[in-house]
């Protein structure tokens, strides 16, 4: 087994944690569609006993993820959803959660409709300033959960800065890294203890695999994490963690792609007369800008902008007169999308909540894909100009 702590990103991507098949020498990881293993005499197997506890293209896949984390154990589940709820699970009636105010609706969904029930309390505050953390931090908090850059503000998040609070306090900190991926951003080194994927995005790359994943470096954690895995049973599919492999070998090169794309189309967006306002952490003027030099390798190929007038009839007009980027929710693939969060992916959210962190009626949020970037363009123009 090589050594993947000495290894580039672009290097890890295609080899971490993978070895040729023993049996054959294929040289791509064989999808183990099975659901249990012949064993030579009681407790006398080759590692693997039933899938749901563990499985051959699942299990290459968190080595994989691990190792592209910088991080030492992986654990993948059948949706991003499913591995935060792992991460919730660990935590017990009475427990408090201190979460960012701009996050993706189905977090604010899980946390609020399925746990607060169970005595979790959770707080959300504008995490850009790590002083209204502090101030939310009692005896009872015991995660704190950041996403940056947040879904769909654009917000920018000091990993390092949130973990000089938590670790003195023992409080896990949790940092959803689907926006940036680990080409761009890697938590566990800024302090995180787990990092968190909706692997449906940007790892998978190209729209066709639901999942999510953990990534740690403390062992107790993992065991802890590895136990309500398999106790739960949210597991993913062999097929899926074959598709999201092959994905993660041209990570760098899409998330390249993603970026020089991305930088291009905000540029164009901040100049359009319609525009009002563009979220996107390369700008000078965004805030936290100076975080995101520093914790980022890239600004990532995810934006948002308001329009003019503040209409929704306009967003949707947009929305539905594009022709090459498609209306759909979700976001990371090859494939330019565009969405709007008030009505799709951010519809859980209370209206009054949802405007207090600036999801506004016009605001529209692009997945920006890996296309010729002159077409890209020249459809969001034909779009705002309809």
Not at 70 to 86: I, R, V, W, Y
Not at 169 to 184: C, E, G, H, K, W
Not at 279 to 301: E, I, L, S
């Amino acid at each position: 087994m090589q050594d993947h702590s000495k290894m580039k990103f672009a290097t890890k991507a295609i080899h971490a944690g993978l070895e040729p098949d023993s049996a054959t020498g294929a040289i791509m990881t064989p999808i183990y569609q099975t659901s249990t293993y012949v064993q030579e005499g009681v407790g006398n197997h080759k590692g693997y006993e039933y899938s749901r506890t563990l499985n051959p293209t699942r299990h290459a896949l968190e080595k994989n993820l691990a190792a592209i984390e910088n991080g030492k154990f992986g654990a993948c589940f059948a949706s991003g959803l499913a591995a935060m709820d792992c991460i919730i699970k660990i935590l017990n009636p009475g427990d408090e959660v201190i979460s960012t105010n701009d996050l993706y609706g189905g977090s604010y969904r899980i946390f609020k409709t399925i746990f607060e029930k169970y005595g979790i309390k959770f707080h959300f505050v504008p995490m850009q300033d790590v002083k209204f953390i502090e101030e939310k931090i009692n005896a009872n908090t015991k995660l704190v959960w950041v996403e940056t850059p947040t879904n769909p503000m654009m917000n920018i998040i000091d990993i390092e800065a949130v973990s000089k609070l938590t670790k003195p306090r023992n409080i896990l900190l949790a940092v959803d890294n689907t926006f940036a991926s680990p080409y761009l951003q890697t938590p566990l080194d800024l302090g995180a203890d787990i990092v968190m994927h909706s692997v449906t995005k940007y790892l998978g790359g190209h729209s066709d695999v639901v999942m999510g994943a953990l990534i740690c470096n403390d062992e107790t954690l993992a065991k802890e994490i590895y136990r309500i895995q398999n106790s739960s049973g949210a597991v993913c599919g062999p097929q899926d963690s074959f598709l999201v492999l092959r994905g993660i070998k041209t990570l760098h090169l899409r998330m390249e792609r993603h970026c020089e794309n991305g930088e291009k189309i905000a540029h164009f967006l901040v100049k359009h007369p319609k525009i009002d306002k563009v979220y996107w952490p390369g700008f000078p003027t965004h805030p936290n800008h100076d975080v995101a030099k520093k914790q980022m390798r890239g600004f990532g190929g995810m934006i948002s902008f308001t329009l003019k007038g503040n209409k929704l009839e306009d967003a949707h007009k947009i929305v539905k007169n594009v022709q090459i980027f498609s209306l759909a929710e979700s976001l990371g693939g090859v494939e330019s999308l565009i969405g709007h969060p008030a009505t799709m992916t951010h519809a859980s959210i209370p209206k009054a909540e949802r405007e207090k962190s600036g999801v506004v009626d016009s605001l529209i949020r692009l997945s920006v894909g890996v296309e010729a970037v002159e077409d890209l363009i020249a459809d969001l123009e034909q779009a705002l100009n309809s």
